[in-house]
Protein backbone atom coordinates (compact mmCIF):
# COMPACT_ATOMS: atom_id res chain seq x y z
CA UNK A 1 0.00 0.00 0.00
CA UNK A 2 3.20 2.61 0.62
CA UNK A 3 4.30 1.91 -2.63
CA UNK A 4 0.95 2.84 -4.25
CA UNK A 5 0.69 5.90 -2.18
CA UNK A 6 4.10 6.89 -3.79
CA UNK A 7 2.88 6.30 -6.89
CA UNK A 8 0.32 8.32 -6.72
CA UNK A 9 1.82 11.16 -4.74
CA UNK A 10 4.61 11.29 -7.66
CA UNK A 11 1.85 11.08 -10.26
CA UNK A 12 -0.19 14.34 -8.72
CA UNK A 13 3.03 16.15 -8.35
CA UNK A 14 3.92 15.83 -11.81
CA UNK A 15 0.76 16.83 -13.42
CA UNK A 16 0.55 19.66 -11.43
CA UNK A 17 3.92 21.27 -12.16
CA UNK A 18 3.33 21.82 -16.05
CA UNK A 19 0.89 23.98 -18.14
CA UNK A 20 1.73 23.27 -21.65
CA UNK A 21 0.75 21.30 -24.67
CA UNK A 22 1.14 20.12 -28.26
CA UNK A 23 -2.13 18.51 -29.63
CA UNK A 24 -2.15 14.75 -29.58
CA UNK A 25 -0.97 13.56 -33.21
CA UNK A 26 -3.12 10.82 -33.90
CA UNK A 27 -6.67 8.94 -33.24
CA UNK A 28 -5.32 5.87 -33.51
CA UNK A 29 -5.87 5.48 -30.04
CA UNK A 30 -9.14 2.62 -30.65
CA UNK A 31 -6.24 0.05 -31.62
CA UNK A 32 -3.61 1.00 -29.14
CA UNK A 33 -5.12 2.63 -26.43
CA UNK A 34 -1.76 3.69 -24.88
CA UNK A 35 -0.82 5.95 -27.64
CA UNK A 36 -3.44 8.45 -25.64
CA UNK A 37 -3.29 6.84 -22.13
CA UNK A 38 0.46 5.77 -20.98
CA UNK A 39 -1.24 3.32 -18.49
CA UNK A 40 -2.59 0.98 -20.88
CA UNK A 41 0.72 0.05 -22.29
CA UNK A 42 0.88 -3.78 -22.77
CA UNK A 43 -2.65 -3.58 -21.62
CA UNK A 44 -2.96 -7.49 -22.22
CA UNK A 45 -0.11 -9.24 -20.43
CA UNK A 46 -0.36 -12.29 -22.74
CA UNK A 47 0.53 -10.58 -25.82
CA UNK A 48 3.28 -8.63 -27.52
CA UNK A 49 1.63 -6.76 -30.27
CA UNK A 50 2.88 -5.20 -33.36
CA UNK A 51 0.77 -2.51 -35.44
CA UNK A 52 1.21 -0.50 -38.32
CA UNK A 53 -0.88 2.42 -39.82
CA UNK A 54 -0.72 3.87 -42.88
CA UNK A 55 -3.18 7.08 -43.44
CA UNK A 56 -3.52 9.10 -46.97
CA UNK A 57 -5.77 11.96 -47.53
CA UNK A 58 -6.28 12.87 -51.46
CA UNK A 59 -5.71 9.88 -53.52
CA UNK A 60 -3.23 11.39 -56.27
CA UNK A 61 -2.66 14.44 -54.66
CA UNK A 62 0.70 16.13 -54.75
CA UNK A 63 1.75 16.37 -50.86
CA UNK A 64 -1.33 15.44 -49.98
CA UNK A 65 -1.21 14.48 -45.89
CA UNK A 66 0.10 11.26 -45.23
CA UNK A 67 0.75 9.44 -41.65
CA UNK A 68 2.96 6.67 -41.14
CA UNK A 69 2.89 4.55 -37.66
CA UNK A 70 4.61 1.76 -36.48
CA UNK A 71 3.40 0.59 -32.79
CA UNK A 72 4.77 -2.42 -30.39
CA UNK A 73 3.36 -2.73 -27.16
CA UNK A 74 5.04 -5.92 -24.70
CA UNK A 75 4.64 -7.12 -21.01
CA UNK A 76 8.46 -6.17 -19.18
CA UNK A 77 7.27 -8.28 -16.15
CA UNK A 78 4.46 -9.18 -14.06
CA UNK A 79 3.46 -5.53 -13.46
CA UNK A 80 5.61 -3.49 -15.76
CA UNK A 81 4.53 -2.73 -19.57
CA UNK A 82 6.23 -1.10 -22.43
CA UNK A 83 4.12 0.56 -25.63
CA UNK A 84 6.82 2.15 -28.42
CA UNK A 85 5.34 4.23 -31.74
CA UNK A 86 7.48 6.18 -34.03
CA UNK A 87 5.31 8.11 -36.81
CA UNK A 88 5.84 10.01 -40.20
CA UNK A 89 3.48 12.73 -40.81
CA UNK A 90 3.47 15.04 -43.54
CA UNK A 91 0.91 17.57 -44.58
CA UNK A 92 1.97 19.29 -47.41
CA UNK A 93 5.82 21.10 -46.91
CA UNK A 94 5.48 20.37 -43.39
CA UNK A 95 6.54 17.08 -41.99
CA UNK A 96 6.85 15.80 -38.58
CA UNK A 97 8.96 12.90 -37.20
CA UNK A 98 8.42 11.28 -33.41
CA UNK A 99 9.45 8.81 -31.24
CA UNK A 100 7.31 8.10 -28.59
CA UNK A 101 7.68 5.71 -24.84
CA UNK A 102 5.14 4.56 -22.31
CA UNK A 103 5.85 2.26 -19.44
CA UNK A 104 2.53 1.43 -17.13
CA UNK A 105 2.61 -0.38 -13.75
CA UNK A 106 -0.01 -2.08 -12.80
CA UNK A 107 -0.78 -2.56 -9.44
CA UNK A 108 -3.45 -5.53 -7.97
CA UNK A 109 -6.53 -4.60 -6.36
CA UNK A 110 -8.53 -7.03 -5.69
CA UNK A 111 -8.62 -10.78 -6.60
CA UNK A 112 -11.38 -13.06 -6.00
CA UNK A 113 -12.68 -15.93 -7.77
CA UNK A 114 -14.72 -14.03 -10.39
CA UNK A 115 -13.53 -10.81 -9.82
CA UNK A 116 -10.26 -9.19 -10.59
CA UNK A 117 -9.97 -5.45 -9.84
CA UNK A 118 -6.39 -3.61 -11.07
CA UNK A 119 -5.24 -0.06 -10.48
CA UNK A 120 -2.23 0.77 -13.41
CA UNK A 121 -0.16 4.19 -13.81
CA UNK A 122 1.41 5.57 -16.75
CA UNK A 123 4.72 7.86 -17.64
CA UNK A 124 5.63 8.78 -21.62
CA UNK A 125 7.81 10.42 -23.12
CA UNK A 126 7.47 12.45 -26.76
CA UNK A 127 10.47 13.45 -29.33
CA UNK A 128 9.58 15.04 -32.13
CA UNK A 129 11.69 16.46 -35.45
CA UNK A 130 9.67 19.31 -37.04
CA UNK A 131 10.65 20.70 -40.71
CA UNK A 132 8.88 23.52 -43.11
CA UNK A 133 10.45 23.22 -46.72
CA UNK A 134 10.32 26.79 -47.79
CA UNK A 135 11.99 26.57 -51.29
CA UNK A 136 8.86 26.05 -53.16
CA UNK A 137 7.21 28.96 -51.63
CA UNK A 138 8.69 31.48 -54.81
CA UNK A 139 9.54 31.26 -58.01
CA UNK A 140 11.74 32.91 -60.56
CA UNK A 141 13.65 35.46 -59.31
CA UNK A 142 10.59 36.97 -56.53
CA UNK A 143 11.44 37.95 -53.22
CA UNK A 144 9.07 38.03 -49.83
CA UNK A 145 10.46 39.41 -46.93
CA UNK A 146 8.79 37.18 -44.90
CA UNK A 147 10.39 34.12 -46.74
CA UNK A 148 14.41 34.53 -46.14
CA UNK A 149 15.84 30.56 -46.13
CA UNK A 150 14.85 27.63 -47.39
CA UNK A 151 13.53 26.15 -44.42
CA UNK A 152 13.21 25.96 -40.88
CA UNK A 153 12.97 23.20 -38.58
CA UNK A 154 12.69 22.08 -34.58
CA UNK A 155 13.37 19.80 -32.29
CA UNK A 156 10.92 19.03 -29.14
CA UNK A 157 9.75 17.16 -26.52
CA UNK A 158 6.87 16.79 -24.36
CA UNK A 159 5.53 13.97 -21.86
CA UNK A 160 1.94 12.61 -20.49
CA UNK A 161 0.63 10.62 -17.94
CA UNK A 162 -2.39 8.43 -16.98
CA UNK A 163 -4.04 6.47 -14.94
CA UNK A 164 -6.39 3.44 -15.55
CA UNK A 165 -8.76 1.39 -13.53
CA UNK A 166 -9.21 -2.24 -14.54
CA UNK A 167 -12.42 -4.96 -13.35
CA UNK A 168 -12.62 -7.96 -15.10
CA UNK A 169 -13.43 -6.81 -18.89
CA UNK A 170 -14.41 -3.43 -18.00
CA UNK A 171 -12.26 -0.13 -17.77
CA UNK A 172 -11.92 3.19 -17.43
CA UNK A 173 -9.02 6.17 -17.52
CA UNK A 174 -7.58 9.36 -17.15
CA UNK A 175 -4.66 10.88 -18.71
CA UNK A 176 -2.91 14.08 -19.58
CA UNK A 177 -1.39 15.07 -22.79
CA UNK A 178 1.53 16.69 -23.82
CA UNK A 179 2.06 18.04 -20.49
CA UNK A 180 5.64 20.06 -20.71
CA UNK A 181 5.19 23.42 -21.86
CA UNK A 182 5.96 23.92 -25.87
CA UNK A 183 9.71 24.22 -26.14
CA UNK A 184 10.19 23.42 -29.99
CA UNK A 185 11.47 26.52 -31.62
CA UNK A 186 9.31 26.00 -34.66
CA UNK A 187 6.33 26.87 -32.63
CA UNK A 188 7.54 29.07 -29.69
CA UNK A 189 7.08 32.47 -31.90
CA UNK A 190 5.14 35.37 -30.82
CA UNK A 191 2.51 34.54 -33.45
CA UNK A 192 1.74 31.18 -32.56
CA UNK A 193 -1.16 29.96 -30.94
CA UNK A 194 -1.27 30.08 -27.23
CA UNK A 195 -1.06 25.74 -26.23
CA UNK A 196 -2.88 24.22 -23.17
CA UNK A 197 -2.78 20.55 -21.75
CA UNK A 198 -5.31 17.87 -22.74
CA UNK A 199 -7.23 15.94 -20.71
CA UNK A 200 -9.20 12.67 -21.62
CA UNK A 201 -10.92 10.40 -19.82
CA UNK A 202 -12.32 6.81 -21.36
CA UNK A 203 -14.19 3.90 -20.64
CA UNK A 204 -14.75 0.68 -22.82
CA UNK A 205 -15.06 -3.34 -22.72
CA UNK A 206 -15.01 -6.61 -24.08
CA UNK A 207 -18.45 -8.60 -24.18
CA UNK A 208 -19.66 -11.60 -25.73
CA UNK A 209 -23.59 -11.22 -27.21
CA UNK A 210 -25.04 -14.27 -25.47
CA UNK A 211 -26.01 -17.54 -27.64
CA UNK A 212 -23.65 -15.33 -30.54
CA UNK A 213 -20.39 -15.84 -31.71
CA UNK A 214 -19.97 -11.97 -31.97
CA UNK A 215 -17.68 -9.93 -29.61
CA UNK A 216 -18.04 -6.25 -28.77
CA UNK A 217 -15.78 -3.59 -27.57
CA UNK A 218 -17.02 -0.27 -27.22
CA UNK A 219 -15.13 2.44 -26.38
CA UNK A 220 -16.27 6.38 -25.69
CA UNK A 221 -13.43 8.95 -24.67
CA UNK A 222 -13.89 12.90 -23.61
CA UNK A 223 -11.42 14.98 -24.35
CA UNK A 224 -10.91 18.67 -22.79
CA UNK A 225 -8.65 21.67 -22.23
CA UNK A 226 -8.41 24.57 -20.47
CA UNK A 227 -9.59 26.82 -23.61
CA UNK A 228 -12.89 25.28 -23.39
CA UNK A 229 -12.10 23.09 -26.90
CA UNK A 230 -13.93 19.63 -25.56
CA UNK A 231 -14.60 16.57 -28.09
CA UNK A 232 -16.69 13.41 -27.86
CA UNK A 233 -15.83 9.90 -29.55
CA UNK A 234 -18.09 6.94 -29.36
CA UNK A 235 -16.53 3.76 -31.06
CA UNK A 236 -17.71 0.04 -31.30
CA UNK A 237 -15.04 -3.04 -32.76
CA UNK A 238 -16.97 -6.31 -33.19
CA UNK A 239 -15.57 -9.65 -33.93
CA UNK A 240 -17.24 -11.92 -35.83
CA UNK A 241 -15.51 -15.92 -36.25
CA UNK A 242 -16.15 -18.51 -39.23
CA UNK A 243 -16.81 -21.92 -39.19
CA UNK A 244 -12.73 -22.05 -39.87
CA UNK A 245 -10.91 -20.95 -36.37
CA UNK A 246 -8.05 -19.46 -38.27
CA UNK A 247 -9.95 -16.81 -39.90
CA UNK A 248 -12.52 -13.95 -38.60
CA UNK A 249 -13.63 -10.91 -39.21
CA UNK A 250 -13.73 -7.30 -37.57
CA UNK A 251 -15.05 -3.96 -37.95
CA UNK A 252 -15.14 -0.67 -36.15
CA UNK A 253 -17.80 1.84 -36.15
CA UNK A 254 -16.39 5.75 -34.94
CA UNK A 255 -18.08 9.15 -34.15
CA UNK A 256 -16.81 11.99 -33.35
CA UNK A 257 -18.52 15.12 -32.13
CA UNK A 258 -17.44 18.78 -30.49
CA UNK A 259 -19.08 19.38 -27.31
CA UNK A 260 -18.31 23.66 -27.60
CA UNK A 261 -21.60 24.27 -28.73
CA UNK A 262 -24.75 24.15 -27.02
CA UNK A 263 -25.93 21.31 -28.69
CA UNK A 264 -22.47 20.00 -29.99
CA UNK A 265 -21.40 19.42 -34.09
CA UNK A 266 -20.62 16.44 -35.61
CA UNK A 267 -17.17 16.46 -36.39
CA UNK A 268 -16.47 13.09 -38.00
CA UNK A 269 -17.29 9.51 -38.27
CA UNK A 270 -15.53 6.09 -39.33
CA UNK A 271 -15.84 2.57 -40.69
CA UNK A 272 -13.15 0.17 -41.05
CA UNK A 273 -13.78 -3.62 -41.85
CA UNK A 274 -10.92 -6.35 -41.40
CA UNK A 275 -10.14 -9.84 -41.12
CA UNK A 276 -7.43 -12.12 -38.66
CA UNK A 277 -5.79 -14.88 -39.98
CA UNK A 278 -4.67 -16.24 -36.78
CA UNK A 279 -2.41 -14.32 -35.09
CA UNK A 280 -2.28 -11.25 -38.34
CA UNK A 281 -4.87 -8.95 -38.85
CA UNK A 282 -5.59 -6.28 -41.53
CA UNK A 283 -8.14 -3.89 -42.44
CA UNK A 284 -8.93 -0.71 -44.07
CA UNK A 285 -10.85 2.15 -42.16
CA UNK A 286 -12.45 5.38 -44.12
CA UNK A 287 -12.32 8.35 -42.58
CA UNK A 288 -15.38 10.67 -43.51
CA UNK A 289 -15.29 14.47 -42.08
CA UNK A 290 -18.49 16.10 -41.36
CA UNK A 291 -17.99 19.65 -41.13
CA UNK A 292 -18.23 21.87 -44.42
CA UNK A 293 -14.44 21.98 -45.11
CA UNK A 294 -14.12 18.53 -45.00
CA UNK A 295 -16.61 17.17 -46.72
CA UNK A 296 -14.89 20.16 -49.37
CA UNK A 297 -11.58 18.98 -49.23
CA UNK A 298 -12.35 14.88 -48.92
CA UNK A 299 -12.37 12.12 -46.64
CA UNK A 300 -9.09 9.77 -45.03
CA UNK A 301 -8.40 6.42 -45.69
CA UNK A 302 -6.24 4.43 -43.89
CA UNK A 303 -4.74 0.68 -43.45
CA UNK A 304 -4.15 -0.98 -40.28
CA UNK A 305 -2.32 -4.13 -39.81
CA UNK A 306 -0.92 -5.87 -36.86
CA UNK A 307 0.64 -9.00 -35.58
CA UNK A 308 0.56 -10.48 -32.26
CA UNK A 309 2.69 -13.57 -30.37
CA UNK A 310 1.10 -15.08 -26.81
CA UNK A 311 2.76 -16.74 -24.41
CA UNK A 312 -0.05 -19.68 -24.53
CA UNK A 313 1.03 -19.65 -28.48
CA UNK A 314 -2.39 -19.33 -29.18
CA UNK A 315 -3.16 -19.21 -32.86
CA UNK A 316 -6.74 -19.24 -32.97
CA UNK A 317 -8.12 -15.44 -35.33
CA UNK A 318 -10.04 -14.68 -31.79
CA UNK A 319 -8.31 -15.48 -28.64
CA UNK A 320 -10.99 -13.66 -26.47
CA UNK A 321 -13.23 -16.71 -27.09
CA UNK A 322 -10.92 -18.16 -24.21
CA UNK A 323 -10.74 -16.91 -20.65
CA UNK A 324 -6.94 -17.09 -20.22
CA UNK A 325 -5.23 -17.18 -16.68
CA UNK A 326 -1.64 -16.00 -15.77
CA UNK A 327 0.59 -18.54 -14.87
CA UNK A 328 2.11 -15.92 -12.11
CA UNK A 329 -0.61 -14.26 -10.38
CA UNK A 330 -3.69 -16.12 -11.66
CA UNK A 331 -4.83 -13.07 -13.43
CA UNK A 332 -8.06 -13.42 -15.52
CA UNK A 333 -9.14 -11.43 -18.27
CA UNK A 334 -9.73 -11.61 -22.00
CA UNK A 335 -7.47 -10.61 -24.45
CA UNK A 336 -7.45 -9.71 -28.49
Known sequence: MK????IMISLIITLSVVNGQKYYLTNQYVYDLFQMNPSAAAFQKNCITASGFYQKQWLGTELAPTTQILSFQMPVTGHLGSGTYVYN???GFHKEMGLHQAFSYEVLLQKK?????TL???LAMMLEQTSLDMSGFTGGDAFDPVIQSAGESGLGFNASAGA???YNELHAGVAFTNIIPENNPMYKGAMEPRRVMDMHIHAGGSFKV???DLYLEPLIMYRRNALTDSRMDLNLKAYLPTPDPDFSTWGLLSY????DHQFGKSLGMAVTAGIVYQQFSV????QLGLTTSQIDYGSNYQLVVSYRICRNKSKGAIPCSKIRRSKKYNYKFLGY
Not at 3 to 6: E, M, V
Not at 113 to 117: E, S, T, V
Not at 256 to 259: E, G, K, N, W, Y
Open 3 to 6: RLQL
Open 89 to 91: DRN
Open 113 to 117: RNKLM
Open 120 to 122: SFG
Open 164 to 166: LLK
Open 210 to 212: ADR
Open 256 to 259: RRTM
Open 283 to 286: GLEY
